[in-house]
Structure formats: C-alpha cells, structure tokens
C-alpha cells in the first residue's frame, strides 16, 4: 500500500526541509576572515573583583615566573563564601575567548583591551578570567569597564575552593595554549602590578582597531567550534605558534597617529564646555 502523506503536515515537512537546506547552503559559504574588531580605548583598569578597588578580596596566590602564571583572588570569608560573586572586565575592550575549556580551567573568559602607554603608543593586552562558575559573556562582545563578565567558581568538576584565576597577557596568541610561549615577562604583566600602573588613564572618546583570531585551536574537550579561525602557523625550534596578523605594527601606528589627527576626541568634557564657552559661535 502506497505511503500517502496527509497534504497539509507533508507540505510542512517540504517547507522545514527546504529550510534546513537554505540554512545548510549559508553555512557552507565561507566566512570572510575578520582580523580585527573594535573597542573603546581604555580609560583605566579596576580590579576583577570587588570593584573597583578589590574591597573584599585578596591575592591568594600570586604570580611567578615559570610557576604560577596569574594571581588567585580570593573573597576574605574563606572557603567557597566567594562562590557566585560577580567577576568584572577590568576595562573596556572586546571578548575574545569565552567557553568550558574543561581541564583544568573550567570556564575561561579572555577580554582583549586597548589602552595607551606613557610615550602616548597604543597597546595592547589580554586578561583572562578563569575557573568560573558562569560565563555572561560571548565573543565578539564589546564590554564596558566593571561590566560583570561571570562569576567566581569552582572550576571544572568543583576541582578547587572557590577563587578566581586571574591573568594578563601582553602576548595576544597565547590563548588557551600556554605551553607554546615563554612563561616569563616576555608574555605576561604581573596582573595587580599592571592594573595598579594604570588605574587612571586619561579619557579619550575613542574607539580603536584591536586584532582578532590570534588564538590556535587545540582543545578538543571545546564545546563551541564556531568563534575562532585557525591562525597562520609558524614553526621556530619546537614549538608552533600562531602568527599575529601582519597589520598588528600598522594598526598600533595608525590608532597612534589618530591622536594627532583627531584631538578633539582627547579632550575632557570639561575641556569641551570651557572651550565653547570661549568661543561662543
Ligand atoms: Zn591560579
């Protein structure tokens, strides 16, 4: 007997296959390569925790050379009192890692930031938010200083007493894979030593060029595929690493440069009201 569907329920089924298949089509077509984002220049960073001054908290463990490559916030009840407590980006910028690494990370969020440096050249660094219980960010996000980024956990399987593992990288392909970079200066600010150099910078209305997609793809416990391209790979000695986009020197001079061409966006608001008071139009 010939399977004969009802004309109403098959022609729902003709109208979901066809879009299963439009949907498929757009996924195959590749994606453009996108090598950078945008974020507000950094007007100061504030500290992960009790913002925006740590009130609460303290270092637990703090970091070494070759040893312990962040800090370990800690609430001051002891114990896992601080469990749930809001995590905060210590400044603008734009997420560029936010998954369950697993291992022995747990949740991991990565915020690239743009700041300026004293000799007035536009820098940038990375801080890495780990072990947390919740993640309330994805990437490609443009965040704001003090906006909540997760909350302090456990890690993975509630391996450890709750704490926040900390990080700040200068090295933007580090990532996920630390065992493929010198686990020194050369890669990492000491991460208190480096908000408390900064807390203050001077505010400029700006928003910058920031590299993206400088991370290697290595974890296969990851449980989203679809935010990062695979880098460039380069191999010196033994060790591969991912390349930085070449315009990362051309995106540094140019957002340099757009102070001198732009100096209005460097000015204070009460610069601006002064300046209009004294010439009125
Ligand atoms: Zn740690």
Redesign the pocket.
């Known amino acids: 007997m010939p399977l004969i569907f009802p004309a109403s329920p098959r022609s729902r089924y003709v109208a979901i296959f066809a879009a299963a298949l439009v949907s498929l089509a757009a996924s195959a077509v590749p994606a453009v390569a996108q090598s950078y984002s945008t974020a507000k220049l950094a007007d100061g960073f504030d500290y992960p925790v009790g913002k925006p001054d740590g009130a609460g908290y303290y270092i637990f463990?703090g970091f070494s050379p070759n040893g312990?490559?962040?800090?370990?916030w800690n609430g001051s009840g002891g114990g896992d009192s601080d469990e749930g407590d809001p995590v905060y980006s210590i400044a603008h910028g734009v997420v560029v890692f936010s998954e369950d690494y697993k291992k022995g990370w747990g949740n991991v969020v990565i915020v690239r930031h743009a700041y300026r440096e004293q000799n007035g050249q536009i820098a940038f660094v990375d801080s890495l938010y780990?072990?947390l219980k919740v993640r309330s960010v994805s990437p490609g996000q443009q965040i704001t200083r003090g906006q909540i980024v997760g909350t302090i956990g456990c890690g993975p399987y509630r391996m450890y007493a709750a704490?926040l593992?900390?990080e700040i990288r200068k090295d933007l392909r580090v990532g996920m894979t630390r065992e493929l970079y010198p686990r020194s200066y050369e890669t990492y600010h000491v991460p208190k030593q480096f908000m408390d150099l900064r807390r203050s910078l001077r505010f400029e209305d700006r928003t910058v060029r920031v590299p993206i997609n400088t991370f290697r793809r290595s974890n296969p416990n990851r449980m989203t595929t679809d935010e990062v391209e695979i880098p460039q790979l380069t191999t010196t000695g033994a060790t591969v690493r991912p390349v930085l986009p070449e315009e990362l020197g051309v995106i540094i001079e140019e957002e340099t440069q757009a102070e001198k061409a732009t100096p209005e966006k460097s000015k204070s608001l009460f610069d601006a009201i002064i300046e209009k008071l004294s010439n009125p139009q």
């Open positions: 463990r312990h490559l962040g800090e370990d780990g072990h704490h593992h900390f």
